[in-house]
């Protein structure tokens, strides 16, 4: 299940901070290994000697609430030495945070989520701009479109919702002037493979389609209650066990209220 070895990136700032509350929450959730890493650029002591010092701060709280590693990367990037580093030491989750400076409550794509967005090996979770996790996870919701990466989505969003005990929702945005009603029809295929994928129940699964003009305007037509977590699929496009988002995933990712967990294509 994701979330056994999770890995956050840490800057000094609000976003590196909410991003490590989720990390920290999704581990005590999963019983999972927490990972913190703060990247530098090369060739650079001091910057590395300034990382280190950002870790050392970081460590008695962190040993309040249980072990963590605290490491320091090497990385032309952020985002790249994260990617690296997670290779390096097994993480199956990267979490990051929003940028400062963004809408509240909404997900900003910094120059770090983005590179992992398009070439992270390892399932990437993005934190809201003032996110606050709280106590319970309450829902797992995955943004279905027909299509096998999706489904994959699925079987992985089901088997985390028995072991976690919480319920499996599944979304389908219908735009403009669709049809809902094909879409619904995916949607009750897509019940099915939940719960034969799961020791689920049937009324543990539901399914909504959500409408509007926009992908903004549909996500606000369904209900996201505290404690959902969002896990949305990479797209076609992507490289066999990469994440690469698509435009409309995209899109969710920033109108979304709650965490948001990207899957690499193929990821089982």
Request: hydrophobic share 45%.
């Given at each position: 299940?994701?979330?056994?070895?999770?890995?956050?990136?840490?800057?000094?700032?609000?976003?590196?901070?909410?991003?490590?509350?989720?990390?920290?929450?999704?581990?005590?959730?999963?019983?999972?290994?927490?990972?913190?890493?703060?990247?530098?650029?090369?060739?650079?002591?001091?910057?590395?000697?300034?990382?280190?010092?950002?870790?050392?701060q970081l460590a008695d709280l962190l040993d309040a609430d249980g072990p963590a590693d605290?490491?320091?990367?090497?990385?032309?990037?952020?985002?790249?030495?994260?990617?690296?580093?997670?290779?390096?030491?097994?993480?199956?989750?990267?979490?990051?945070?929003?940028?400062?400076?963004?809408?509240?409550?909404?997900?900003?794509?910094?120059?770090?989520?983005?590179?992992?967005?398009?070439?992270?090996?390892?399932?990437?979770?993005?934190?809201?701009?003032?996110?606050?996790?709280?106590?319970?996870?309450?829902?797992?919701?995955?943004?279905?479109?027909?299509?096998?990466?999706?489904?994959?989505?699925?079987?992985?969003?089901?088997?985390?919702?028995?072991?976690?005990?919480?319920?499996?929702?599944?979304?389908?945005?219908?735009?403009?002037?669709?049809?809902?009603?094909?879409?619904?029809?995916?949607?009750?295929?897509?019940?099915?493979?939940?719960?034969?994928?799961?020791?689920?129940?049937?009324?543990?699964?539901?399914?909504?389609?959500?409408?509007?003009?926009?992908?903004?305007?549909?996500?606000?037509?369904?209900?996201?209650?505290?404690?959902?977590?969002?896990?949305?699929?990479?797209?076609?496009?992507?490289?066999?066990?990469?994440?690469?988002?698509?435009?409309?995933?995209?899109?969710?990712?920033?109108?979304?209220?709650?965490?948001?967990?990207?899957?690499?294509?193929?990821?089982?």
């Amino acid at each position: 299940m994701i979330g056994e070895h999770v890995l956050a990136g840490y800057v000094h700032d609000a976003g590196g901070r909410e991003a490590l509350d989720l990390a920290r929450g999704i581990v005590a959730l999963t019983g999972g290994r927490l990972s913190v890493a703060t990247v530098h650029p090369p060739d650079l002591p001091a910057a590395a000697g300034e990382a280190r010092a950002v870790l050392d701060q970081l460590a008695d709280l962190l040993d309040a609430d249980g072990p963590a590693d605290l490491l320091v990367q090497e990385g032309r990037s952020v985002g790249r030495g994260l990617t690296v580093l997670a290779s390096r030491i097994g993480a199956d989750l990267i979490v990051v945070g929003s940028p400062e400076g963004g809408a509240r409550g909404r997900i900003g794509v910094g120059a770090a989520a983005d590179h992992l967005l398009h070439s992270a090996t390892e399932a990437v979770m993005l934190t809201p701009s003032g996110y606050a996790p709280p106590d319970d996870l309450g829902r797992i919701t995955v943004m279905y479109v027909r299509r096998p990466q999706c489904d994959e989505a699925v079987i992985r969003a089901a088997q985390a919702a028995e072991r976690l005990e919480v319920p499996l929702r599944l979304v389908t945005l219908a735009i403009g002037d669709v049809d809902p009603d094909p879409l619904r029809d995916d949607l009750a295929l897509a019940i099915r493979l939940a719960v034969d994928s799961a020791d689920l129940l049937p009324e543990e699964v539901s399914a909504e389609v959500a409408e509007g003009d926009d992908v903004a305007d549909a996500l606000d037509d369904v209900d996201w209650p505290e404690g959902e977590l969002l896990v949305c699929a990479s797209s076609e496009d992507a490289a066999a066990h990469r994440v690469f988002l698509g435009e409309v995933a995209l899109k969710v990712l920033r109108a979304a209220p709650c965490p948001v967990t990207v899957l690499p294509r193929g990821y089982y």
